[in-house]
């Protein structure tokens, strides 16, 4: 990766206004007016496979690999530090291919020696490249992104997707920590997530359209824009929906989902955990208030989250994550529509 394609990404994703075409406008609660249940008993805390998370947010995969991506990765880790959240980085492939730029991804890990941290490359990285990529971070899991479109639009992006899953399945069983797969912004249907849990991946991120577009971001790059591709995908709320439905239904033993894509606030996130998602992630917004207001107010920005999570899950009378999954939705609009076309229950 060219190293000013990261602030070129970085600068594009602030531009970009919130669509709010997640599709969780589509999603409606319901409300309960005995909820049996008091604000203060509340637990946030969930899981990802193994790994034990306080809050259901996690700051989602963004940045590193050039001096200003230094300073955005050490002010996300400051503020995940203080909210105890966990953080993934962006791709280290740029740091695997230069080592000098590999301060800019280990900064995390200095700023926050005991938090949970998940490294992060594409499905064309090696098993050796990725035991480097977790070592770099002392990372707690890896993250593995799928791009094709994004890909597909750079002119100096990839063309050959063969050998992903095979390369994804020798990862997952060498690397030694939990591998979550995610998209980045273009969601995941049904059949690919089957065939991704085929490979023992501990969780997939459904990386849902309707927040940070990265065909319109790679189009405002490009001499010659196809601006026709910035509508590809899934909006997260169906792909979400699309990934839950993949999974061998066993109770409880189900592997973890997490939402990511368009989710700016607390209702959207509620809405992603009752649905079924285990954790909920956020790039762009997360960016968007450190970049313009600064690490305090995003700090600040990640507390509200946490009250309003209390709050909504105190209404609908959910004292823990897992009770959120038991709670009723309904779903309209073009996502139940959707729903309806693909037999999704
Ligand atoms: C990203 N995202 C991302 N994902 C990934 O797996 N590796 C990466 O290197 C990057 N790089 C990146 C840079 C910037 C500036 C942004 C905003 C995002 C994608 C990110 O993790 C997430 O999947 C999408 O941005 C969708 O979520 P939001 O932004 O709509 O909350």
Not at 119 to 138: C, F, I, P
């Amino acid at each position: 990766m060219r190293i000013p394609r990261k602030m070129e990404h970085v600068h594009h994703a602030l531009q970009q206004g919130i669509s709010g075409a997640q599709g969780f406008r589509d999603i409606r609660l319901l409300p309960n007016c005995l909820p049996g249940i008091s604000s203060d008993r509340i637990s946030l805390v969930t899981g990802i496979g193994e790994l034990t998370l306080s809050s259901p947010i996690l700051i989602n995969a963004m940045t590193g690999g050039a001096r200003e991506t230094e300073e955005i990765n050490r002010e996300l880790a400051a503020a995940a530090r203080e909210t105890g959240l966990a953080m993934a980085v962006g791709s280290q492939m740029s740091a695997l291919k230069n080592p000098e730029v590999a301060s800019s991804y280990r900064i995390v890990r200095q700023v926050n020696p005991e938090g949970i941290i998940f490294g992060n490359l594409g499905s064309e990285a090696t098993l050796d490249q990725a035991k480097r990529a977790v070592e770099m971070l002392r990372a707690d899991a890896l993250q593995i992104h799928l791009n094709v479109m994004q890909e597909l639009i750079m002119p100096e992006g990839d063309r050959d997707f063969t050998g992903m899953l095979e390369r994804i399945h020798t990862i997952v069983e060498g690397v030694g920590v939990p591998v979550i797969v995610k998209e980045v912004g273009f969601g995941m249907v049904r059949e690919s997530a089957e065939r991704l849990l085929q490979t023992g991946a501990a969780a997939i991120d459904v990386g849902g359209a309707g927040g940070t577009n990265f065909a319109a971001i790679e189009n405002a790059r490009r001499a010659r824009p196809m601006e026709w591709l910035n509508d590809w995908g899934c909006p997260t709320a169906i792909a979400l929906l699309e990934v839950l439905e993949a999974r061998p239904g066993t109770e409880g033993r189900s592997t973890p989902v997490i939402a990511t894509g368009g989710i700016t606030g607390a209702l959207d996130a509620a809405k992603a955990l009752v649905l079924g998602a285990s954790a909920v992630g956020m790039a762009g917004a997360m960016l968007r208030v450190q970049r313009e207001e600064g690490t305090e107010a995003l700090i600040g920005f990640i507390e509200s989250l946490h009250a309003e999570l209390r709050l909504v899950m105190t209404a609908l009378g959910a004292s823990t994550v897992e009770e959120l999954h038991l709670m009723p939705a309904v779903i309209t609009g073009d996502t139940a529509q959707w729903c309806s076309a693909r037999s999704i229950d």
